[in-house]
């Protein structure tokens, strides 16, 4: 068996366990519709397995009622270890004249291949388990925002999901981001 199917086999596998460990975050969607979608799909597999190596342990949270696309999640409990110190976007992390971080939040999500959340999917996410209790997680931030040199992140503290901003240019070892695949 070549290299690649195994990698691929053995990640399926962790998806597979991961989705029948927690199944509340999908209900109505069976594995067997999951493994049909990523046996048809490289680049998708290529997207998880990169999102499992940093640490997303990403999972099925649901389905796109427009296009019906299954929808992959990170949902470690802490935002991802592998995609921490990262400043909001290349353009911020380029302007840095000290301590400038090896990546961004957008540049490494567009390496992988997914979509940093939405403020919406963040808390949705959020309604399927407590998430980021230690850690924040940048998110996409609307245009005219980041044009003033802002950004957004979220996090959960004291029982509620909060939504901040911060310069595009700051950079934390507890923020990191949180990815979403579209299969």
């Given amino acids: 068996m070549a290299k690649h199917q195994k990698d691929s086999g053995e990640l399926i596998q962790v998806l597979q366990a991961r989705f029948e460990a927690h199944m509340p975050r999908h209900a109505g969607i069976a594995w067997a ?4 979608r990523l046996a048809k799909d490289r680049k998708a597999l290529s997207a998880l397995q990169q ?9 099925v ?3 796109d009622e427009a296009s019906g696309h299954l929808l992959f999640c990170d949902c470690a409990a802490e935002s991802p270890a592998g995609r921490r110190s990262t ?3 290349g353009q911020a992390r380029l302007a840095r004249k000290e ?9 490494m999500a567009e390496a992988i291949g997914i979509e940093l959340l939405t403020e919406a999917r963040y808390r949705h996410l959020q309604t399927l388990g407590e998430f980021d ?13 980041r044009a003033q040199g802002g ?7 004291y029982g509620q999901v909060f ?21």
């Fill in 33 to 36: 519709a999951v493994a049909a």
């Fill in 51 to 59: 999102m499992e190596a940093t640490g997303g342990e990403p999972d």
């Fill in 61 to 63: 949270i649901g389905q």
């Fill in 87 to 89: 400043c909001y976007d």
């Fill in 99 to 107: 301590h400038r971080p090896e990546s961004s939040a957008v540049e």
């Fill in 133 to 145: 209790l230690k850690t924040s997680s940048w998110i996409a931030t609307p245009s005219d925002v």
């Fill in 151 to 157: 950004a957004l992140f979220c996090d959960r503290r």
């Fill in 163 to 183: 939504t901040y901003h911060n310069g595009v240019q700051s950079y934390y070892a507890a923020r990191g981001f949180r990815g979403l695949l579209r299969v």
